[in-house]
């Protein structure tokens, strides 16, 4: 099985940052959501050219202590639209691309409804993949049945300047 969210960690020059954190043993519980997915995960899945817009991007998120939401300074909105309605849905994947204010590591951050990511490297990460999976984030995957809807992404601990977002999807558009 093919690990979705194994990101390339494009080491750049290291720089102080005052938000930056080394919270790995106090990550919040359940960051470990979504960490795998499958790398088929429809028999016969259609894919579509879907597009995510970030709001005032680059957009920043920041949280000094442990954030369980998001509140202001510390949320990104991200438009979603798969570009098509789908019966099914059984992958939705979201990409995000980190500029000057990467995801360092110990930082975390998390998806509204979804769930999110640590980075348990060594190294700043340029990008990281959180994926939605059929059957176990349902409420999440059933908002963009009808092609259009937003997400939230907010910082755990720590800051990241996210520069774009990406989205894929696997499912089954109406016909």
Not at 67 to 75: A, F, H, I, Q
Not at 120 to 135: F, M, V
Request: aromatic share 6%.
């Amino acid at each position: 099985m093919k690990n979705h969210l194994q990101m390339r960690p494009e080491s750049l020059t290291t720089r102080s940052n005052i938000f930056r954190r080394r919270w790995v043993a106090g990550a919040i519980a359940g960051t470990a959501f979504n960490l795998f997915a499958p790398a088929n995960a429809s028999a016969s899945p259609a894919e579509s050219s879907p597009t995510a817009d970030v709001k005032h991007s680059p957009a920043t998120a920041v949280c000094l202590e442990a954030c369980l939401e998001p509140s202001r300074g510390n949320e990104i909105k991200i438009k979603i639209d798969l570009g098509k309605r789908y019966t099914e849905i059984t992958q939705l994947c979201l990409t995000s691309y980190f500029d000057q204010d990467l995801l360092n590591p110990g930082e975390e951050y998390q998806i509204s409804g979804l769930g999110g990511a640590v980075n348990i490297g060594d190294s700043d990460l340029t990008e990281r993949q959180t994926c939605a999976q059929a059957g176990n984030n349902d409420d999440f995957i059933s908002k963009f049945l009808d092609s259009k809807d937003t997400a939230e992404l907010f910082m755990a601990n720590g800051s990241v300047q996210v520069e774009r977002v990406e989205v894929s999807v696997v499912g089954t558009p109406k016909q």
